[in-house]
């Protein structure tokens, strides 16, 4: 079932380090993040915190669910603002912005041009243009190949 959930503060508080209050079920929380994975691969989660502390599920006025709910709504939020974040950094903002294409669009009308002139009995073959200037049948076989 679906908590409750509302956000009072959201604080960033080092370089991989949050902290946040709020409501769940109208019962207030707070959160703040520790690193969690494996070495090298440490991302910041959230733990519920009580009198300035984590409790285990024992000793909590929060449920198992309401703490997953509270971590997945706080993940969400860091995640969403470090999005808004990069937005605003003038490299990342120039490179999401539209730009024209580097290379030209495939030619099909030309293809099609060139298919239609063809004879139903016609096969058409690609050929390569080695150094010599002689056209060679595109075969798979490199232009060395054919010399």
Do not use: W
């Not at 707070?30 to 915190?49: N, R």
């Not at 969400?76 to 024209?100: C, F, N, S």
């Amino acid at each position: 079932m679906a908590k409750a959930i509302k956000l009072l503060t959201f604080t960033k508080t080092g370089a991989q380090a949050f902290s946040a209050t709020g409501t769940c079920e109208d019962k207030p929380f707070a959160a703040k993040t520790i690193l969690y994975g494996k070495k090298g691969e440490k991302q910041p989660i959230f733990k519920v915190q009580e009198d300035g502390k984590h409790v285990g599920l024992e000793g909590s006025k929060f449920s198992r669910g309401e703490r997953i709910a509270i971590a997945r709504f706080l993940k969400l939020e860091r995640i969403k603002r470090g999005l808004e974040d990069l937005e605003q950094d003038e490299k990342v903002g120039e490179a999401l912005k539209p730009h024209k294409p580097v290379s030209k669009p495939l030619d099909t009308k030309n293809i099609l041009d060139m298919c239609a002139k063809l004879d139903e009995d016609e096969e058409f073959i690609r050929t390569r243009t080695g150094l010599n200037g002689k056209k060679y049948p595109e075969t798979g076989t490199s232009i060395s190949a054919l010399r």
